[in-house]
C-alpha cells in the first residue's frame, strides 16, 4: 500500500531521516567511515522532497539496517579481540604441538600416533584457525561484526580438526574421489592440503559430505572412480 503523500508525513520522514544523519555524524566524529550509509540518507531525502516516500521509506529502512550493523560491530569489538587473541593462543598451540612431535616423535604421549590420521587432524585445526583469524579481521573492517557468531569462532579449529581428518579418511577410504585426473591424492602433500580446506571451508566438507551420502545412498560416484580406488587399493598410504 502507498504511503500517503502528505506535508506532515514529509515531515516525519525527514525527521527520522535526520536522526539517522546525527547517529551517522556521531560515528564519522570518531574517525569511522559510513559513506554508504550517507548516501542513502542524501538518495531518502531528495525521494522525500520529489513525494516519493515509498521509495524515501525502503531506502531509510537500507541505511537503518545498515547503520544498527555498524552500531552492533562497534560494541562488539572488545568481544571480537578476545576472540582473536583466542585463535592467536589456538594458533601458537598448534603450531608448538605440530614442533614437538618433529623434535620428539617418540615421545611417549604420542609415540606411535603421529600418522595420517593426526597429521589431518592438525591441518584441519590449522585451516579452522586461519579462517578464525581471517574472520574476524574482515568483519571488523567491514564493521559487520556479529557476537553471536563468539562460539562459532571458539569451536572451529576443533571442529577444523575433525573435519580435516574425515574428509581425508574420506577421500583414503575411496568412497570418493578427488575431482580432476591430474589430482593425485597419493601423493605426500594433497592430503594435507585436503584437510586444510575443510577445516579452512565448512562449504567444502558440507560438500563432501552431500557426495558421500550420493555415493552411499547410489552406489555410484564418479565413472573413472573404480580405476582410481584399484589404485589406491595397491598403493595405500603408508602409515594411516
Request: charged share 20%; aromatic share 10%; net charge neutral.
Amino acid at each position: 500500500m502507498a504511503t500517503a503523500t502528505t506535508p506532515d508525513a514529509k515531515a516525519m520522514m525527514l525527521s527520522q531521516l535526520d536522526q539517522l544523519d546525527a547517529r551517522v555524524k556521531a560515528l564519522t566524529s570518531k574517525g569511522i567511515s559510513c559513506a554508504d550509509i550517507e548516501k542513502d540518507i542524501g538518495d531518502a531525502k531528495s525521494l522525500v522532497i520529489l513525494g516519493k516516500l515509498d521509495d524515501a521509506q525502503a531506502t531509510y529502512t537500507k541505511a537503518a539496517v545498515e547503520l544498527d550493523k555498524v552500531e552492533a560491530s562497534l560494541r562488539a569489538e572488545p568481544l571480537a579481540w578476545q576472540l582473536f587473541w583466542i585463535e592467536l593462543l589456538y594458533l601458537v598451540l598448534i603450531l608448538l604441538l605440530g614442533y614437538l612431535t618433529i623434535r620428539h616423535p617418540n615421545y611417549r604421549l604420542w609415540a606411535g600416533l603421529i600418522g595420517l590420521n593426526a597429521r589431518a587432524a592438525w591441518f584441519g585445526a590449522l585451516g579452522g584457525v586461519t579462517i578464525g583469524l581471517y574472520g574476524i579481521y574482515s568483519h571488523i573492517a567491514a564493521k559487520d561484526f556479529d557476537a553471536g557468531f563468539k562460539l562459532w569462532y571458539i569451536c572451529k579449529p576443533i571442529i577444523g580438526a575433525i573435519f580435516g581428518w574425515f574428509v581425508v579418511l574420506v577421500y583414503y577410504v575411496g568412497l570418493i574421489s578427488v575431482q580432476g585426473s591430474t589430482v593425485n591424492v597419493a601423493s605426500p602433500q594433497v592430503p594435507y592440503a585436503i584437510a586444510f580446506l575443510a577445516g579452512f571451508s565448512e562449504r567444502f566438507t558440507i560438500k563432501i559430505i552431500d557426495r558421500l551420502m550420493t555415493v552411499l545412498t547410489t552406489g555410484d560416484d564418479n565413472p573413472n572412480d573404480k580405476n582410481k580406488n584399484k589404485e589406491k587399493q595397491n598403493n595405500p598410504p603408508p602409515n594411516f
